[in-house]
């Protein structure tokens, strides 16, 4: 590979020597050494709380290190702030896009960094300027469209033309494909790598590690604030980094056992929900999950997916239709009556709907299960049982805690989603309704999640899993529907289903395709 | 730092607030050409003599009601501005109950009155919490329209009850309260344990009544099932929905209960002190409520101490303004400084303890 000759022998632009960060009772960034070559994409993986995210905030000047040097073209520096990274050449893309929704594209670009004469903003010189970095890179865009009306993907573009446009010639995008569909992935690394061969260097931070094989030259894996192995992308696997990442071998693999059909659990007749505004986001979606069945709604985000699991768990009336869980008809049923009736729901926002973050772990672990007579005493809550329960949960589910009282949001992603699911589990449900179970998660907390699934099916529990994570759906799922404008646009048992099919499905094409029975 | 040290950094906010508070004060009272340490001392002293103490007591008593019917509304980000309106009625409504009753035993005579007096509270706070449910109405608007209506709908009510037996004063009130109707007051107890409390003291049971108050709400809110539901609905009303907890009929029942508790706010006045509700009855204590359950936190036992502050600079003020000729006006401002310096401190107090979690996230 001609392109990784010339790496190899391209100046050093960015060195980190050593770098240290210790909080109150964690390490985490252990004496971390890492050079970054000029006109490479150097990616940085690591599970959740590896010190991905730190050793970043260092470099951009958001944390100031305890120990070690930063080193800029071989020249020591000190990162005081955004401003001194800015001025160096840092640029960052941020996970959640730091933009004005109501200004245009253009604007939110200049903003900040408006070149003016006599006090008023040089607007067309600004667009000209704006214009030929874009060209230059390929980032196709509409310099006077509203952000507020752009899609994810061209809002990241916006903000890679935000930091280029300050003069970045190092890039940190951090975690840039999680809030992507595939197509816009696709579009991401063809921007990427143009950038790359016009000499810019990108960090790219990310657990996926398909996308870090496909785009990287070279890969940095760092577990519990240490670098563990700096390798080269075209010598390296997926089970090999995911093995580095967590310390152990992963299987990347979970093996599907075949479903025995059972009864039918959960049952969705004609459902139509209004989303936001009074639109339909869901028209006459009818499916039923069987018992020791796992199926699977399959699309791109926000084609309804949020808007049918809140009508199914309650938090959303149907607009027509009707739900029914174990053969009761639960459509006019509170949310606390369906989950009496047997309905667990894994939310796909956990940290919205999921938890309550100020709130203790044990605490957490009874929400929604507090009402039960195994924690009541009179009018007060049991103490006690709750104590013991919470005890018994964190340990078959080896949720760690460092106190009684610790808070669920000093868990790590990995550990708040376990909580959640220790909590899902508890109390023998029938009906699981698992919205983006491993969204966010790393690898070694996404295999427990597909092994607790794979169990819990075997159980006889009925699980509708709700993912925008195609090999997801094809590694877990018995029987997948694909969801396309609020409609069920095929369904299909998975022997008969593939990627490529799916994937017409998804974007709205395929003939409409008869119902799949199991 | 560990969750017990994050605590601290909390629990010494309001201490930091005061703090702060009293500097400005002293910069205040050198501009006036006065020492801010003799001033400081003075009302030390004066505030030690028991009378001073009766009188703390005695202030903080109503003070406690009102943080606590401000609280538990605030609990649930309910921000019931209404307490004012609530205790008014609240009064007028157990002044009814106190002059209409006779020949009762003093036992179920108090009981009548605290029962009118709660649900003249709850009658205030019904159309605002009804509003709120069912059309989504904000109830800071709502509650500070209440206030007026009630001020004016009790003045016009108390000239139809008016007492029209005293002649050619221009006293409007309504006739006296019978015996029954009087809290026996803390005296004779507090003397006997070795207080020596002066007689003219007004400070009364309703004393007692309030710390228990506090405790229980406390408790309640602490260890009930319905308290850990409020808790889980305050701290993220989505996630308390989505685990089956209805959060707008939480919010509901806690409207109700906050002008429950504000209808109390005025009783110690009522049937402590005065004896009859008069066009003077005092005002502005369900304003000041908001101040007591702000440097509370809302939290129902720290209500306590946050009333006691406000009755110990209350007194104060009355020391300095004999004594060393200081204006009480200053006292008032220090008071304004530490509402403003605690919603400062509280902020930056909240960004450090943000910013120690998101450390022990990372």
Excluded at chain 1, 134 to 143: F, H, K, M
Excluded at chain 1, 205 to 211: N, V
Excluded at chain 1, 434 to 449: C, I, N, S, W
Excluded at chain 2, 262 to 272: F, H, I, K, P
Aim: glycine residues 10%.
């Amino acid at each position: 590979m001609a392109s990784h000759d010339v790496e190899a022998t391209a100046p050093v632009l960015l060195e980190l020597q050593e770098i240290t960060k210790r909080f109150p009772g964690v390490l985490a960034n252990d004496r971390i050494s890492l050079s970054v070559r000029e006109g490479e994409i150097h990616a940085l993986v690591g599970e959740n709380g590896a010190g991905k995210t730190t050793l970043m905030n260092i470099l951009y000047g958001l944390d100031q290190p305890d120990g070690g040097r930063v080193v800029w073209r071989g020249r020591a520096v000190v990162v005081r702030g955004p401003g001194t990274a800015l001025r160096l050449g840092v640029g960052m893309v941020h996970q959640h896009f730091m933009l004005l929704p109501p200004f245009t594209v253009l604007e939110n670009v200049i903003l900040g960094a408006e070149p003016a004469r006599a006090g008023v903003v040089a607007l067309r010189e600004a667009r000209a300027r704006v214009a030929r970095l874009a060209d230059q890179y390929g980032l196709d865009l509409d310099l006077d469209a509203r952000v507020e009306a752009l899609s994810v993907g061209e809002q990241q573009r916006v903000e890679i033309l935000k930091a280029l446009y300050r003069g970045a010639q190092l890039l940190i995008l951090d975690e840039p494909t999680a809030v992507l569909v595939p197509q816009e992935v696709r579009e991401l690394f063809r921007n990427l790598r143009r950038l790359r061969d016009q000499g810019r260097t990108i960090i790219f931070i990310s657990h996926k590690l398909d996308e870090v094989l496909e785009i990287a030259g070279r890969i940095t894996v760092l577990r519990r604030g240490r670098v563990i192995d700096t390798v080269e992308a075209p010598r390296a696997g997926p089970a090999m980094l995911a093995e580095l990442m967590v310390g152990r071998p992963v299987l990347m693999n979970v093996s599907r056992s075949p479903a025995p059909p059972g009864a039918a659990r959960l049952e969705v007749r004609g459902l139509s929900v209004e989303g936001a505004g009074g639109r339909l986001r869901v028209r006459d979606v009818s499916f039923s999950v069987r018992a020791g069945e796992i199926y699977a709604i399959a699309g791109v985000q926000g084609n309804g997916q949020t808007e049918l699991v809140e009508s199914i768990v309650g938090l959303r009336a149907a607009a027509a239709g009707r739900i029914l869980v174990a053969g009761r008809d639960v459509t006019a049923l509170s949310v606390a009556a369906r989950r009496a009736a047997g309905l667990a729901h894994i939310p796909e926002d956990r940290h919205r709907l999921g938890l309550v973050l100020p709130m203790s772990a044990r605490e957490n672990l009874i929400l929604g299960h507090h009402r039960r007579a195994a924690f009541t005493g009179g009018l007060l809550l049991d103490d006690r049982a709750v104590d013991r329960f919470a005890a018994a949960r964190c340990r078959e589910y080896d949720i760690r805690l460092a106190g009684r009282a610790t808070p669920a949001l000093a868990l790590s992603g990995g550990n708040q989603q376990r909580l959640v699911v220790a909590r899902e589990f508890a109390f023998t449900p029938i009906v699981l309704i698992a919205a983006q179970p491993t969204r966010g998660l790393d690898v070694g907390a996404t295999e427990f999640v597909y092994r607790t699934l794979q169990r819990i099916k075997a159980q006889g529990l009925a699980v509708l899993l709700v993912s925008v994570d195609l090999e997801e759906v094809l590694a877990l799922a018995d029987r997948i529907a694909v969801l396309y404008n609020g409609r069920i646009a095929g369904e299909f048992r998975r022997e008969d289903a593939d990627a490529a099919a799916l994937g017409l499905y998804m974007t709205g094409g395929g003939p409409p395709a008869e119902p799949a029975v199991p | 730092m560990r969750p017990g040290g994050l605590l601290l950094v909390q629990a010494a906010t309001p201490m930091v607030a005061v703090f702060a508070g009293g500097l400005i004060a002293s910069a205040i009272i050198l501009a006036i050409h006065e020492n801010p340490l003799r001033v400081f001392a003075l009302m030390a002293a004066f505030n030690m003599q028991p009378s001073s103490v009766a009188s703390i007591l005695t202030s903080a008593t109503p003070l406690i009601f009102a943080g606590l019917a401000t609280a538990i509304g605030f609990r649930v980000n309910v921000f019931n501005i209404g307490v004012e309106g609530q205790y008014y009625v609240g009064a007028f409504a157990a002044s009814l109950a106190a002059f209409g009753l006779r020949g009762v035993p003093a036992a179920l005579h108090l009981t009548v009155i605290v029962a009118a007096a709660m649900l003249g509270g709850l009658l205030w706070v019904w159309v605002p919490a009804v509003l709120k449910r069912r059309r989504g109405a904000h109830e800071v608007i709502t509650t500070i329209m209440m206030n007026y209506i009630a001020f004016n709908v009790v003045l016009y009510l108390l000239g139809l009850v008016r007492d029209r037996n005293l002649g050619s004063t221009a006293r409007i009130r309504t006739p006296l309260f019978p015996p029954s109707a009087q809290m026996p007051r803390l005296t004779p107890l507090l003397n006997a344990l070795g207080a020596s409390i002066p007689s003219y003291s007004t400070l009364n049971w309703f004393l007692g009544i309030a710390l228990a108050l506090a405790l229980v709400v406390w408790f309640w809110l602490r260890r009930s099932r319905f308290g850990y539901e409020v808790r889980a609905a305050a701290l993220n009303a989505p996630a308390a929905e989505a685990a089956g907890i209805n959060v707008a009929q939480i919010q509901f029942v806690m409207f109700l209960l906050s002008g429950a508790a504000a209808g109390l706010v005025g009783l110690s006045d009522l049937l402590g002190r005065t004896g009859y509700f008069d066009i003077d009855f005092p005002k502005g204590l369900g304003f000041l409520g908001i101040s007591v359950a702000l440097l509370a936190r809302n939290d129902p036992l720290g209500v306590i101490p946050a009333a006691l502050l406000f009755g110990y600079l209350d007194r104060g003020a009355e020391g300095i303004q004999a004594f060393a000729s200081v204006p009480r006006e200053v006292i008032t401002i220090l008071e304004a400084v530490i509402i403003l310096a605690i919603v400062v401190a509280y902020e930056i107090m909240g960004r450090y303890v943000r910013a120690l979690r998101k450390q022990e996230v990372a």
